[in-house]
Every structure is written in structure tokens, then in C-alpha cells.
T-cell receptor, first 111, second 113 residues
Framework: GDSVTQMEGPVTLSEEAFLTINCTYTATGYPSLFWYVQYPGEGLQLLLKATKADDKGSNKGFEATYRKETTSFHLEKGSVQVSDSAVYFCALPTHDYKLSFGAGTTVTVRA | NAGVTQTPKFQVLKTGQSMTLQCAQDMNHEYMSWYRQDPGMGLRLIHYSVGAGITDQGEVPNGYNVSRSTTEDFPLRLLSAAPSQTSVYFC????????????FGSGTRLTVV
């Protein structure tokens, strides 16, 4: 079935460092792709999305490009802050009304 | 503020007790879901609904019941709590399950002793 595979981490960075979290997908067709973020003690928030190939989603300085040739949707941020410390999930919707999530990547940013 | 509201935020149950986790959304979303989040297991779908009066099972439905009498509400019932149901439960909703992403509630942390 449709699924995503995500770099697991954990990842520890210093402030202002560059962040990349890899995500690849397996799907029939070209589903929408999502990145969610979960801050400590909170629910998941939609960070960004792309609904078709070559789309770039962006939000809060984060970007991800939907690349069908490499079946990837890697998350990037050029300069992270302590407030970006969270767990990040790649996800795609399936046709049985489910979100297929990656395992999650814990990111810790140190001042 | 519009969104998904879950109550309670924390709950401790004894084995065998029953309870209902409440979920309400005010965005007029047709699609609603319940997930549980466990360390090392990620998020797993328990039950979902595609509209009022329509519910179906997800990946891990055993021990849980749901109903959807209104568009707004989607309660999750634990029939006879077991320690294996200790988890964080999230309710989510969307207007389009394939393209718009889900809005999640803040979660209910349940401990069964």
C-alpha cells in the first residue's frame, strides 16, 4: 500500500544550522504529501503540503519540494532556531481515509 | 478559535473501567478520525468517519467504539480499559481527506492501571 519512509534521527543541531529531513514515498499515482510538526506535549500541526509533482510547500522558513522522479519530499530549513525543536512527520493520505505517517524525526536545536 | 477540541486532556483509568473521549470540531468537516500514538509504533488509525452516521474501522479498532450522530462530534468509547490502551489519543478532521491535510486536536493522555 501507499506509504512513506522517513529518516529517523534523532537530529541535534546548533542554532542557525541547516536542517534536512529525508522522506521518500511509495504510491500508486501522485498523492498529496504533507509535513506535520509536533511540539512537546501538543498535537500534530500541518506544517506544509504539496498536492502535485514539482509543487513546493513552504511555511515558517521550512520548504519541501514534491519530486516524482526521486519519489521524495525532503524537508529543509536554512537556519534553525531553538523554537524549531520538535518531532517532524512526513505523511501521505491513502484512499482508505488514513494518513500514512513516517516514523517521525526528533529534532533538537541547541542555543 | 476554530479547531478540534478534545476532552479530557489527561485521564487515569483502572483496568475494566469504561470511558468516553470527547472530540468536537467547528469547521464543518466531513471526515474525522481517531489515532493513538505510542512510542516506537508511531500513529495508528483506530476508527474514522466520512460523515454523520457513517463510521468504519481503522488499523487497531479492537476495544474501541465510535459513533457520529452529528457532523461536529466524534466520541471514542473504551468499553473495558486494558493496560495496552495506555496511550496518547488524537482526534483529527478534514474537509478533504486526500488534499487538505487533517487538523489535529491537542490529545488525551490516557493511563490504564
Amino acid at each position: 500500500g501507499d506509504s512513506v519512509t522517513q529518516m529517523e534521527g534523532p537530529v541535534t543541531l546548533s542554532e542557525e544550522a541547516f536542517l534536512t529531513i529525508n522522506c521518500t514515498y511509495t504510491a500508486t499515482g501522485y498523492p498529496s504529501l504533507f509535513w506535520y510538526v509536533q511540539y512537546p506535549g501538543e498535537g500534530l500541526q500541518l506544517l506544509l503540503k504539496a498536492t502535485k509533482a514539482d509543487d513546493k510547500g513552504s511555511n515558517k522558513g521550512f520548504e519541501a519540494t514534491y519530486r516524482k522522479e526521486t519519489t521524495s519530499f525532503h524537508l529543509e530549513k536554512g537556519s534553525v532556531q531553538v523554537s524549531d525543536s520538535a518531532v517532524y512527520f512526513c505523511a501521505l493520505p491513502t484512499h482508505d481515509y488514513k494518513l500514512s505517517f513516517g516514523a517521525g524525526t526528533t529534532v533538537t536545536v541547541r542555543a | 478559535n476554530a479547531g478540534v477540541t478534545q476532552t479530557p486532556k489527561f485521564q487515569v483509568l483502572k483496568t475494566g473501567q469504561s470511558m468516553t473521549l470527547q472530540c468536537a470540531q467547528d469547521m464543518n468537516h466531513e471526515y474525522m478520525s481517531w489515532y493513538r500514538q505510542d512510542p516506537g509504533m508511531g500513529l495508528r488509525l483506530i476508527h474514522y468517519s466520512v460523515g454523520a452516521g457513517i463510521t468504519d474501522q481503522g488499523e487497531v479498532p479492537n476495544g474501541y467504539n465510535v459513533s457520529r450522530s452529528t457532523t461536529e462530534d466524534f466520541p471514542l468509547r473504551l468499553l473495558s480499559a486494558a493496560p495496552s490502551q495506555t496511550s496518547v489519543y488524537f482526534c483529527a478532521s478534514t474537509r478533504d481527506s486526500l488534499n487538505y491535510g487533517y487538523t489535529f486536536g491537542s490529545g488525551t493522555r490516557l493511563t490504564v492501571v
